[in-house]
Nanobody, 127 residues
Framework: QLQASGGGLVQAGGSLRLSCLAS????????MGWFRRAPGKEREFLER?????????????YYADSVKGRFTISRDNAKNTVYLQMNSLKPENTAVYYC?????????????????WGQGTLVTVSS
């Protein structure tokens, strides 16, 4: 089970940090990802856009081109938590952000590869 938090309303140029707490014993052996669904997008599973991912150890991170240099994904395996630090936010970053987990050592950009999803947390960036 995954529980995402940290969303809210922020002005353009501001920052937010999202957290995702995972339950279970496999967190430290799992890849974690953040995805988002922008307003107006259909509630289709495949409309979830890849944002960032981190491998089991935290040693490898991956980002969508649109967020590189502004967003940072990290994890604390002792706390079963993954974070997404978002800086220099833009109005186009407004979306519902989801965390997801897949057990194993491979990292994926495709949402279909992930096993479990959090409920989503809304990030709204005003201009």
């Amino acid at each position: 089970q995954l529980q995402a938090s940290g969303g809210g309303l922020v002005q353009a140029g501001g920052s937010l940090r999202l957290s995702c707490l995972a339950s279970g014993r496999t967190f430290s052996r799992s890849t974690m990802g953040w995805f988002r669904r922008a307003p107006g997008k259909e509630r289709e599973f495949l409309e979830r856009e890849f944002v960032a991912a981190i491998n089991w150890s935290g040693g490898n991170t991956y980002y969508a081109d649109s967020v590189k240099g502004r967003f940072t994904i990290s994890r604390d395996n002792a706390k079963n938590t993954v974070y997404l630090q978002m800086n220099s936010l833009k109005p186009e970053n407004t979306a519902v952000y989801y965390c997801a987990v897949v057990v194993g050592f491979s990292v994926y950009y495709d949402p279909r590869k992930y096993d479990y999803w959090g409920q989503g947390t809304l990030v709204t960036v005003s201009s």
